[in-house]
């Protein structure tokens, strides 16, 4: 069994000095994008999907083109939900940020004010990670080590979707424990490609971190996070 996390393209938070929430991709974004696309190309997955915000989506539009696959959104993807400031001045979204960074490590999980707190985040995404890996045959067992069933151990999936987000699923797949800092956790850069494997025990599955963002496809000039 094979997971392939993919983050997607740099976006453009910013334009004309305002924020924006939800964002398309950035014209070197885009570019970004097009050559994820190629890399994957001849590749072959079971399943693909998508988180519903703008960048993910756009992110993998090369890819499943290339595939003549349709778009599957999967709503528990999304990235921790942002405060309303569409349109503030960037300033404003950039003090924020850095003064959460300051705050104390217990402090960090009520995250940015007015946005989704990230305990309820990390809840969101464990929740529906665990969900969906049930609805596929993926069930953690009752045990005090991250051992699982699988039904299908040859079973491969494409998560398309966000730093936060594909930081969380490799805490849960990995079974560490959730931080408030999981963007800093696990460094990972624009379009690239996180791989985690199934491995075999003597009574079930654990999950192995194979690559983390992967980013080979991309020459260094053009490589963002």
């Known amino acids: 069994m094979e997971f392939v996390l993919i983050r997607h393209a740099q976006p453009e938070?910013?334009?004309?000095?305002?924020?924006?929430v939800n964002p398309p991709l950035s014209?070197?974004?885009?570019?970004?994008?097009?050559?994820?696309?190629?890399r994957l190309r001849d590749d072959r997955f079971d399943h693909v999907f998508?988180?519903?915000l703008l960048r993910a989506c756009q992110t993998a539009a090369p890819f499943l083109k290339h595939h003549s696959r349709p778009q599957v959104i999967e709503p528990w993807l999304e990235e921790i939900r942002e405060p309303a400031w569409h349109g503030q001045p960037a300033e404003i979204t950039v003090?924020?940020?850095?003064?959460?960074?300051k705050a104390n490590a217990l402090d960090r999980w009520s995250g940015l004010s007015g946005g989704e707190p990230v305990s309820e985040f990390v809840k969101r995404i464990r929740s529906g990670c665990a969900e969906f890996l049930g609805h596929h045959g993926i069930r953690r067992q009752d045990s005090v080590l991250p051992v699982w069933d699988i039904d299908d151990p040859q079973t491969s999936f494409v998560f398309v979707a966000h730093a936060g987000t594909n930081s969380v699923?490799?805490?849960?797949?990995?079974?560490?424990?959730p931080t408030?800092?999981?963007?800093?956790?696990?460094?990972?850069g624009h379009a690239s490609m996180t791989t985690i494997k199934?491995?075999?025990?003597?009574?079930?599955y654990t999950?192995?971190?194979?690559r983390l963002s992967d980013l080979e496809h991309l020459d260094p000039a053009d490589r963002t996070r």
Request: aromatic share 12%; charged share 30%.
């Open 13 to 20: 938070w910013v334009k004309d000095g305002r924020s924006v």
């Open 95 to 101: 003090k924020a940020y850095n003064d959460d960074a």
């Open 50 to 52: 998508v988180s519903p």
């Open 169 to 177: 699923i490799i805490c849960h797949l990995l079974g560490l424990e």
């Open 207 to 210: 999950f192995s971190l194979e």
């Open 198 to 204: 199934a491995i075999k025990l003597g009574d079930g």
């Open 180 to 188: 408030p800092w999981e963007w800093e956790r696990f460094v990972i």
């Open 27 to 38: 014209e070197l974004g885009f570019r970004q994008a097009d050559i994820l696309g190629e």
